[in-house]
């Protein structure tokens, strides 16, 4: 068994000079980096895009419901389709729905997109767009 493994490193022979070994050993490292990078640089990114998004979404919320509070509390459905309007141009924002205190919908875009999956839509007659 030791003779046929010794044939096979005669096919594979390591270099003899200092020249070879470094750059035989900085081979396997680069390529070792190179795997490295490739499998968790793209996971890091994916993180980092999220964790943006999620921060987007929450501040256009919080200033969305900033902007939306007098509109809600004076009933005033202008000021409200004025600030959806100003949302609706963010090409991120998929849906709003303005709701008052007790759940009934008063304004928004894309209605039927945000409560897909609930059991019924709110029955404001909303005309969804």
């Known amino acids: 068994m030791s003779r046929r493994f010794a044939r096979g490193l005669t096919r594979f022979p390591l270099p003899s000079s200092i020249q070879g070994k470094m750059a035989l050993v900085l081979g396997v490292l680069l390529g070792a980096m190179a795997v490295f990078l490739l499998s968790y640089v793209p996971s890091l990114l994916s993180r980092q895009a999220m964790s943006l998004t999620a921060e987007k979404a929450e501040a256009i919320g919080e200033v969305t419901a ?3 509070v ?3 509390l004076f009933e005033d459905h202008e000021a409200i389709e004025t600030v959806i ?3 609706r141009r963010d090409r991120d924002v998929t849906y709003v729905v303005v709701e008052d205190t007790l759940g009934r919908a008063l304004q928004g875009f ?3 997109r945000a409560y897909y999956g609930r059991l019924h839509l709110p029955g404001d007659g909303i005309d969804p767009v």
Do not use: K, W
Request: glycine share 16%; proline share 8%; no cysteine.
């Open 66 to 68: 900033y902007s939306l």
């Open 70 to 72: 007098p509109g809600v």
């Open 85 to 87: 309007a100003g949302i």
């Open 110 to 112: 894309n209605v039927v």
